[in-house]
């Protein structure tokens, strides 16, 4: 027992705090015979004398480059090892007063582009709206560094100023540009054009124009191109003196629309129209079916809205349109445009103005082309922003070289006659016989018309042919008694 006390006793005594005491003196102890106490010696009692520095060896630094557009950073040459120097003295770094650049040359400014443009890559901006006529520049302004202007939108941007003109709305003189035979078509034609206005629908027109321009000035492929933007010579409004016959007349171009279809008088129809996701089987002037044969059309658009019915992806109002296509096809019939002589108003026609000229569907009409004149009636309504189109039977009997794709009249050179008030009390397919000679009449209520004037009379070519006459049968020639 005796001995395990004096034990711990011993290892009381020994503590920890006792060991590190002791290293830290043997360490200070064995730092006086380092050179690190003289250096601070010396360090501290060091007066501001030169100091000496040893080169050991010399590198080489190449000298700064002009900075270009096009230069790399210059990579550092390290000379050869040199035998080492002996001890120089160096002054003491000192900022200096002022310095100068070394003076920078830049290269000479490139060459322009070449003009031609790389085939089947680039479109010229002026083919993307027929009859644009570009005029472009490109402005160059100072600005900041390119880290700074590259995150700067109108750094880099293109301004688009379209500039158009408002046409004026032509009168009677204006016509004669269009068509100088207009005068001698009309015996009134003076008398009518003296008491002429322009209609409220000319300003209309030109202001859905005009906001259709401004909708879609930022897609230049979708704008009006210079044919549709000046489509429209003048719509004016006049009143036969003695009559009092109203007429709505429209100076314009002549698009082509083939739309329409009727089971009852076209019970079939080529494939490539039932197929078509685009061909418009309605028009706006329609009737109920009076037969039981089926629109041609029909199945097409039933199997359309099944598929958009499974489509998650479809839009609401792409099935929706689909579901009262089929809907109406069902329950109407309508027009045909390759067999149909009408002619289409633009929507804007449908509300405002006078409501003694408006154009209303089935109103009859007259189409004054060169020195002929073509019956029709009002049989459709097209965009606000567009005038001057007709279905593919009129186009084909004034120019036979007409398609859908080809329009018979480019110019301004088609009047268009409109008879508000004319249309018959009920819709249904066009008598040919009595369009003729409502026509007509209305032509003389308005004067009439001389006799340069052709009026082409048009026939219905889905009547049904009349049975040929049964003929008599012959008897055979009784042989003559001998004399």
């Not at 002009?66 to 040459?77: F, K, L, N, Y």
């Not at 009309?186 to 008491?195: A, G, P, R, V, W």
């Not at 109920?288 to 839009?315: C, F, I, M």
């Amino acid at each position: 027992m005796k001995q395990l006390f004096h034990r711990k006793h011993k290892i009381k005594w020994f503590t920890w705090f006792r060991v590190s005491l002791l290293l830290v003196l043997l360490l200070a102890a064995g730092s006086l015979y380092t050179p690190y106490p003289a250096a601070l010696v010396k360090a501290v009692t060091a007066s501001d004398k030169p100091i000496k520095k040893k080169k050991k060896r010399k590198k080489v630094q190449p000298a700064p480059a002009p900075e270009t557009a096009t230069a790399s950073p210059a990579i550092p040459v390290i000379a050869p090892d040199e035998p080492e120097e002996e001890e120089v003295e160096v002054e003491p770094w000192a900022p200096e007063d002022s310095f100068a650049m070394p003076e920078i040359k830049l290269p000479p400014f490139p060459p322009a582009l070449p003009e031609r443009v790389e085939p089947g890559k680039y479109e010229h901006i002026s083919k993307m709206s027929q009859g644009l006529n570009v005029h472009s520049a490109v402005q160059f302004e100072p600005g900041a560094s390119a880290s700074q202007e590259r995150n700067s939108t109108a750094a880099y941007q293109l301004r688009v100023a379209l500039s158009l003109r408002l046409p004026a709305a032509a009168d009677g003189e204006g016509l004669k540009l269009a068509n100088p035979r207009l005068p001698e078509l009309f015996s009134k034609y003076d008398e009518l054009m003296k008491n002429a206005r322009v209609s409220q629908w000319y300003q209309a027109l030109y202001l859905h124009k005009q906001n259709h321009m401004r909708k879609n000035a930022a897609t230049l492929s979708r704008l009006l191109d210079r044919h549709n933007y000046f489509d429209t010579d003048t719509i004016l409004e006049m009143e036969a003196p003695e009559t009092h016959r109203k007429v709505l007349w429209m100076q314009a171009d002549m698009d082509v629309v083939s739309d329409g279809s009727d089971g009852d008088r076209l019970p079939d129809m080529p494939e490539k129209v039932k197929n078509s996701d685009y061909y418009q089987p309605m028009t706006s002037y329609r009737w109920r079916k009076r037969g039981t044969t089926p629109n041609p059309l029909l199945p097409h658009w039933q199997e359309r809205v099944q598929k958009l019915s499974k489509d998650k992806s479809a839009n609401a109002s792409d099935l929706q349109y689909a579901k009262n296509v089929v809907h109406d096809l069902k329950k109407y019939s309508f027009l045909l445009a390759e067999y149909d002589s009408f002619i289409v108003v633009p929507l804007a026609f449908k509300n405002g103005g006078d409501a003694a000229y408006r154009p209303q569907l089935g109103d009859y009409a007259a189409v004054v082309v060169g020195d002929r004149i073509f019956p029709a009636i009002v049989g459709d309504f097209g965009p606000r922003f567009k005038s001057g189109e007709a279905s593919l039977r009129l186009a084909r009997l004034i120019n036979p070289k007409a398609t859908p794709f080809a329009r018979p009249v480019s110019d301004l050179g088609v009047s268009y006659i409109i008879f508000p008030g004319s249309k018959e009390v009920e819709h249904g397919p066009i008598d040919y016989e009595l369009m003729n000679q409502k026509v007509q009449g209305f032509l003389n209520e308005m004067g009439g018309i001389t006799e340069t004037a052709r009026f082409q009379k048009v026939d219905d070519p889905l009547a049904p042919k009349p049975a040929p006459a049964a003929t008599q049968p012959q008897m055979p020639a009784q042989p003559q008694p001998a004399a």
